[in-house]
């Protein structure tokens, strides 16, 4: 059973990335992070996660580091 309070936090974090990514979207160039290589550490959830996607949204190659290599693909 998740407490009320686990989907509440869940909610936030993710309206909390909807909002970076439109921050993001908006700040930067497209293609700030070309021909630029990121790894992550923790890249199947979480921040992680969505730091990947933001990276990739600007065009930067990624290697994802994860514990769960089903949610790494």
Known sequence: MVSTNFRICKFKIEQNCLQ???IINNTFKNNLFSGRTFI???GSSGIGSALAKHISELNGSLVLIGRD???LE
């Open 20 to 22: 970076m990514s439109a």
């Open 69 to 71: 290599k089903k949610r």
């Open 40 to 42: 992550i550490a923790g």
